[in-house]
């Protein structure tokens, strides 16, 4: 099952800016930055209000790059949910046992070590909805 909301994913065109406007705007603090070749994405991990709620920030590393289509189709905004889960594995196949579609076979490696995988948009309300089985899980999650 689902431990909690893991992060609010937005894209943006230019990482630094966004970094910028988050922290002058409302106090966040970058956590981690990392550049994901495989997802096309260079990215940031906001620290929001000293808890454990953050955002990620997502900016495109190249033309094809699912941020690069989503900016030019929605335009800066809202781009994904995402869920921590203890197995990404077991939350996929519990999903996809209900119907949906997951984008991928397999997992991916996502931010700092993660594995993710994502239910199709279409399949969840027009929600871009991400798996997270973090690299360690946290006592208390
Ligand atoms: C597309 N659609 C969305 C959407 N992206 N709806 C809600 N939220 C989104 N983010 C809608 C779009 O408006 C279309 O609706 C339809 O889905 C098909 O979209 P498309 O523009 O033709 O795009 P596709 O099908 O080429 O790609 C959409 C998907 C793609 C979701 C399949 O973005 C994808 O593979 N996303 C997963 C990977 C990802 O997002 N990576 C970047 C973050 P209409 O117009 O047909 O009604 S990487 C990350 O999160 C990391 C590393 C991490 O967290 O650790």
Known sequence: GLLRIDHVGIAVPDLDAAI?????VFGMTCEHTEENEEQ????AMLGVGGGPSRLQLLAPLREDSPIAKFLTKSGPGLQQLAYTVSNVEE????????????????????TAGSRINFVHPKDCGGVLVELVEPAVIHPGD
């Open 20 to 24: 910028e406007f988050y922290s002058s």
């Open 91 to 110: 939350a996929a196949d519990a999903i996809r046992a209900k119907g949906l579609r997951l984008l991928y076979k397999e997992p991916k490696r996502g």
């Open 40 to 43: 096309g994405v260079r990215e």
